[in-house]
């Protein structure tokens, strides 16, 4: 069995040599049709899926905010409310952007006070990563990456938190505390100038502002403040660009809040990748087509070209199965041809775009990149493609009349 399928093959490779001109343009074909396919594949992973993967992984993309706070009070039913839903990843009750405000000055004396808004943060926060260690006390702070270079503050140094408020004798009260710097936001993630910690140290801040005791900020003189239990502001992220214009509805019309979102940004870019998308699924099934097509259109004219060849080989003892697999090894050797030079000229291209959009993209990004599962994919198609029409071929050759075929010979 070994020996007749060494000998098929043989046959079938010494064939497509006596004939190497059909052969080399099935092999261009195959490689014309499946290596801009693959080029075009790995545009829409590389440049195409960078951008959108980007942005679907900014948080400022699927944030909403409060227009203006004040105007409600969100209670903490409507938080557990708001968490329990599926299109929320990240909520949290803030303080009034007034309140917020606050001086922080390098423990080390080194640089003068830096005035940065503070964000309530917490565990599966947005603007972090998911291993980011979370705040173990209001005495720590993560620090956004435009504030700690306009600080010249890294990981682990200290600061000092310096909050004023003015009394209605004029009197200037000061108060605050000294945190430690636990980890700074990619700069990718948070473009303001912020510093993110506890809701505690946000609460305690927005107490002393208006005239209670803060023991926590060091300044135990005042009223002393009721427990929280309504908040003024939040800050939400939905789990999904997608998710962003339901949510942002849903909060306009079923609890009538002014709210503000990327939805005119998400839904021009989620248009943009899906017609992206269209163009190049219609490119993919018109290409595959036309190969389809022409390789049928080829192997047919070669096959009857040889029907006086194989009439002779069924009249002298090649069974069915020879002239079954004859046509159809062939087309697995041109198939493994034209996709082996479709692979040579897909890379070879795709290492020429991304050498020319290096300095876009950088070390870390490619512009074209080429999958393993296109390239498999794109091998089975032109492996189908071949073998139907040479199954068929074969098929063809067992119903033929060697006396009808030789007879004019």
């Known amino acids: ?10 046959l079938s490779a010494a064939d497509l040599a006596d004939e190497w001109p059909i052969a080399v343009a099935v092999v261009l074909a195959i490689a014309a ?34 227009d203006a706070t004040g105007a409600r009070r969100f209670d903490a ?35 003068g006070p830096l005035r940065v808004s503070l964000v309530p943060t917490g565990p599966a926060d947005p603007v972090f990563d998911a291993a980011t260690p979370p705040l173990g006390s209001i005495a720590e702070l993560r620090l956004s990456a435009a504030a700690a270079a306009r600080a010249s503050l890294g990981e682990g140094d200290r600061v000092f938190v310096d909050v004023e408020r003015r009394r209605a004798d004029g009197r200037i009260e000061a108060a605050g505390i000294e945190a430690a710097v636990t980890a700074i936001a990619p700069p990718e993630r948070h473009g303001g100038v912020v510093a993110f910690v506890r809701p505690e140290l946000l609460h305690a801040i927005e107490a002393f502002r208006d005239g209670f005791a803060a023991p926590e900020l060091g300044f135990a003189e005042g009223p002393e403040r009721e427990a929280r239990a309504v908040f003024p502001n939040f800050r939400l992220y939905a789990t999904r660009i997608e998710d962003v214009a339901g949510l942002a509805r849903h909060l306009r019309e079923d609890q009538g809040l002014s709210v503000s979102a990327q939805e005119g940004a998400i839904v021009s870019a989620i248009e943009l990748d899906r017609n992206i998308g269209a163009v190049l699924d219609a490119i993919v099934i018109l290409g595959a087509a036309g190969l389809a097509g022409s390789l049928a259109a080829i192997q047919w004219a070669v096959a009857a070209r040889k029907r006086r060849t194989v009439a002779m080989l069924n009249l002298i003892g090649y069974g069915r199965n020879w002239l079954i697999g004859f046509p159809t090894v062939q087309a697995v050797l041109l198939a493994a041809a034209g996709g082996g030079a479709a692979l040579a000229l897909a890379h070879a291209a795709a290492a020429w775009i991304n050498g ?47 006396s009808d075929e030789i007879r004019e010979m």
């Open 1 to 10: 069995m070994r020996l007749r399928g060494v000998q098929l093959l043989r």
């Open 77 to 111: 039913d409507w938080f557990e409310a708001m968490r329990a839903r599926p299109d929320v990843a990240f909520v949290l009750p803030s303080t009034r952007f007034a309140a917020a405000q606050v001086d922080i000055t390098p423990a080390s004396g080194e640089g």
């Open 33 to 66: 049709v499946l290596a801009p396919l693959l080029v075009l594949n790995g545009l829409q992973t590389g440049v195409i899926g960078e951008i959108f993967d980007r942005l679907r992984a900014d948080p400022a993309m699927r944030r909403i905010t409060l």
């Open 356 to 402: 020319y959009f290096a300095a876009s993209f950088g070390a870390e990004g490619a512009a074209c990149v080429i999958t393993a599962a296109a390239i498999v994919q794109g091998l089975l198609v032109v492996l189908l493609f071949s073998l139907l029409p040479a199954v068929l071929i074969g098929l063809n050759f067992t119903r033929l009349e060697p």
